[in-house]
């Protein structure tokens, strides 16, 4: 969703790396219209990467992770942190993520988010379990989520 659509009071209490206040955001954030962050995903030699774009103004969560993780970043975009809200700007940006993590970020410029981890699956649903008890919440798999947009 867009910053705008948030209120103040919303957007103060917004960048808080405790895994349950990204989840009482992520239930405000659902109240209002998605943005389709497009998602790529990548399998192959033991490896998954999954990629979204998010366009510039977007306010997003991310799904709590099972497995330790890397991220790397383009563009630039404002994201909890085990030490509190780092803004990340550049191209190549990695951010390594234990599990048990869930971020919120906001993109101020067009942003690729990529999400890297080792995995034996098979195919893309089975690395998606693996990452998140969530999955069913990621938005490449729960297209209404966009609807009404």
């Known amino acids: 969703m ?5 209120t103040e009071q919303e957007q103060a209490g917004f960048l808080v790396a405790d895994p349950e206040a990204v989840r009482q955001m ?4 659902l109240q209002h219209p998605q943005v389709d962050l497009h998602t790529e995903h990548y399998l192959d030699a033991g490896m998954y990467v999954r990629t979204i774009t998010i366009p510039a103004g977007t306010v997003l969560t991310g799904a709590l992770s099972r497995v330790d993780h890397l991220c790397i970043v383009h563009g630039d975009i404002t994201v909890t942190t085990d030490d509190g809200p780092k803004r990340i700007t550049g191209a190549g940006i990695l951010l390594p993520v234990k599990a048990g993590s869930k971020r919120a970020g906001i993109a101020h410029a067009d942003t690729k988010w990529s999400t890297v981890f080792r995995t034996d699956c098979q195919t893309i649903e089975e690395a998606e379990q693996e990452f998140t008890g969530e999955a ?3 938005q490449s798999r729960n297209t209404q989520l966009l609807e009404g947009n």
């Open 26 to 29: 992520e239930d405000i954030l």
């Open 136 to 138: 069913e919440r990621l």
């Open 2 to 6: 867009n910053i705008k659509a948030l």
